[in-house]
């Protein structure tokens, strides 16, 4: 799965880790002190005494250390699961019946996957084969595309242009052509890409200005962030949010899930 700012989010992501380190060791050490304190009382041992036993008793079992820090990261999974299938619920007609949305397969199927991509994110270019074969397989599965480029200013660009395409009823075309490229999708990829398919190319570039175009971003953005979605790509099928590519054995078994949901 591709993040926004790769080499800042990594940055921020050790910086986060080691400062939870610190918490996480700051909040044993208390508790280890409050779980040694009668004792402390009853033999009178000095501060100096009692951290030298906590020092010696991290060195000589530092597993606890990880073993708090993965309960905290669990922990804080499913909040974050949970506030997002909260959000789920709360903004069904947003994420499934947007009707500004680019939609594939079958507009009235009984089963909607929703994703969000980027046009130069690579999983999401390997994972379009495995979403088109899951269409060509189920007649009752509705996509819902969500454009959510978050890797650079190309790929803001190449969204409007997917969304303008739309405007000439050209977007399955368009967005299958650019995640086919063989090279970073930049402006002029944009442009040639859009010329191959057959689009009116000046007409694209004034649909792109359109403020119901950046609109439509700015709300995929709101509500991939809602969701808890920082990544692409991101699917929410059903009651389930899923982020990162998957196979098409995995991508039927939420389907079915999902449609088994409505019975």
């Known amino acids: 799965m591709i993040t926004k700012a790769k080499p ?13 380190l610190a918490a996480m060791t700051g909040w044993l050490l208390v508790g280890l002190q409050g779980a040694l304190r009668p004792a ?20 000589a079992h530092p597993e606890v250390i990880m073993e708090a820090l993965q309960k905290l990261d669990a922990q804080q999974r499913e909040t974050e699961a949970a506030a997002g299938k909260a959000t789920l619920a709360a903004r069904g007609d ?20 929703v994703e969000f991509f980027d046009y130069n994110c690579p999983y999401c270019s390997q994972v379009m084969p495995v979403m088109e074969q899951a269409v060509a397989d189920d007649p009752q599965l509705k996509i819902v595309y ?24 050209k977007y399955a075309a368009f967005h299958k052509a650019l995640f086919s490229t063989r090279t970073r999708v930049t402006e002029s990829v944009v442009l040639r890409v859009a010329a191959e398919t057959g689009l009116d190319v000046t007409r694209m570039k004034t649909d792109m200005q ?11 953005i709101e509500l991939a962030q809602a969701l808890r979605i920082t990544g692409t790509p991101g699917f929410v099928v059903g009651e389930q949010i899923f982020p990162g590519a998957t196979d098409l054995a995995t991508m039927k078994k ?5 449609r088994a949901l409505q019975k």
């Open 94 to 113: 947003d994420l499934f019946r947007d009707k500004k949305s680019p939609v594939g397969g079958n507009a009235e199927g009984n089963v909607t996957m």
């Open 40 to 59: 402390v009382a009853a033999d009178e041992t000095s501060q100096d005494q009692l951290d030298q036993r906590i020092h010696d008793y991290i060195l």
């Open 210 to 220: 359109q403020a119901d175009i950046q609109g439509l971003i700015d709300r995929n």
């Open 146 to 169: 969500k454009e959510f480029p978050i890797l650079g200013p190309d790929s803001v660009f190449a969204a409007k242009a997917a969304l303008a395409a739309e405007r000439q009823g």
């Open 8 to 20: 800042l989010s990594r940055y921020k992501s050790r910086v986060a880790r080691a400062l939870l």
């Open 254 to 258: 939420l389907i079915e899930q999902a």
